[in-house]
């Protein structure tokens, strides 16, 4: 963990010992602490449901996981006393990490512990300020609280993780927004429902409510493995069309390096980075319909041979499309990366930037990629015959902006195909 995070932390807990020891002399003479055995079944079930978790995403090299442990949170601080709340949303976290994820750094453990803490008292005193005798209108409160949690934490975990992996706020909390708060907000509605049940039942509807939250969860977690195993399969299909030509094996893989320190060296989102790597990869997979003979013929292609491999850009954009992830971002860009700066590509003849910037980016690696490396009908040019011709489509096949930064990386060794 950076030097920056741990201080983050370490003034998180601070604030959050200081809101424990506040609330703790406040209730001193008139509601002191109570840790009765609903609260220690809560504190159970809350260890409970801070181990129901998964994956959700990866941003600069690091999982981002989601818990349900809000639901326990957020209906604690809906029932019990403002302190009672905390320690039991608090502890749950510290002991899941202790003795079950068993993680090392202690500052995660301080910044977890604090932030669910702090978040927790917040939302129990926004549910006391509004809260009235009639259950039907609390419904409506735990609903409210259950929305102010998740921001609350998305942004304290925007926070730290920018912190982390040096990112701004703004790209963290992005991400935070797209895919863990989105898969979070699909259980918060669960609180509401828990606080109904519960009232109604007691401590017997927590067990049910856990089933319900075990089955969101799991199709949660089927729906991203779906979505993934579409992806490694475009990822096979990519690699067996390459084992079938040894001319280009790799090809996508080098041309992929490329476009993403281009992308870098235009000072793009890390995140934007990858989803362009991840494209230049799969950027030729609609070649899996187009018939060896011609992908592998020495001799100049006729005009309907040309034509057959021109429509490999339209069912690479047609395969990712399979992927809802793919559909409005990475489809486009492969379906564009044939376009010419001056108008004269294909599929659709797109001219200067109305091109896709990372079609343009993915076009200049795959160019330069497919230059220095051995085709059937003719040899490998070096490096500086690759560079002279790459500065002869600029302005004219490829954006000008993107040519030079393409000859800065190779020029200065940072590139080898």
């Not at 959050?16 to 079944?41: D, G, K, V, Y």
């Not at 109604?200 to 319900?212: E, F, R, S």
């Not at 910037?357 to 003719?378: G, K, Q, V």
């Amino acid at each position: 963990m950076t030097r920056a995070f741990r201080i983050f932390a370490i003034f998180l807990f601070v604030i959050f010992i200081l809101a424990i020891i506040a609330i703790s002399i406040s209730l001193s003479n008139t509601n002191p602490l109570l840790l009765n055995r609903e609260c220690l079944i809560f504190l159970a079930l809350g260890i409970i449901f801070e181990m129901i978790g998964f994956s959700v995403s990866k941003f600069s090299g690091h999982n981002i996981r989601v818990t349900s442990g809000l639901v326990i949170n957020i209906l604690a601080a809906s029932i019990f006393s403002t302190l009672e709340a905390a320690i039991i949303a608090s502890a749950s976290v510290l002991i899941v990490g202790l003795f079950i994820v068993k993680g090392k750094d202690v500052f995660k453990y301080i910044f977890n512990v604090s932030q669910v803490g702090l978040n927790t008292i917040f939302i129990s005193f926004v549910f006391s300020l509004l809260k009235s005798s009639q259950i039907s209108r609390n419904v409506w409160v735990v609903l409210v609280i259950s929305f102010t949690y998740m921001i609350i934490n998305a942004f304290f975990f925007s926070i730290g993780f920018s912190l982390v992996v040096k990112a701004t706020f703004i790209n963290s909390f992005a991400q935070t927004m797209k895919t863990p708060l989105l898969n979070s907000i699909t259980v918060l509605p669960l609180a509401s429902v828990a606080y109904v049940l519960y009232h109604l039942m007691g401590l017997t509807a927590v067990p049910l409510v856990l089933v319900i939250l075990l089955a969101l969860q799991l199709g949660n977690l089927f729906r991203g493995e779906y979505q993934q195993s579409k992806f490694e399969n475009l990822k096979l299909l990519v690699k067996s069309l390459e084992l079938k030509d040894s001319y280009t094996s790799g090809h996508s893989e080098r041309a992929a390096q490329l476009s993403y320190m281009i992308a870098k060296r235009l000072g793009l989102s890390e995140k934007l980075c990858n989803r362009i790597k991840t494209a230049c990869l799969l950027h030729d997979v609609g070649k899996i319909g187009v018939p060896d003979y011609i992908l592998n013929k020495p001799e100049k292609l006729s005009e309907e041979e040309f034509k057959t491999i021109k429509s490999h850009s339209v069912k690479s954009e047609e395969l990712l499309r399979t992927v809802s992830s793919f559909k409005n971002k990475e489809a486009k860009w492969v379906r564009h990366h044939h376009e010419r700066w001056d108008g004269f590509g294909y599929p659709d003849g797109l001219k200067g930037e109305e091109i896709p910037l990372p079609s343009r980016i993915i076009a200049a690696a795959d160019i330069y990629e497919a230059l220095t490396s051995a085709r059937p009908y003719r040899k490998a040019y070096d490096k500086q015959e690759a560079i002279n011709m790459i500065k002869e489509m600029s302005g004219s096949v490829l954006d000008p902006k993107i040519v030079q930064i393409l000859v800065e990386i190779v020029v200065n060794g940072h590139f080898d195909a």
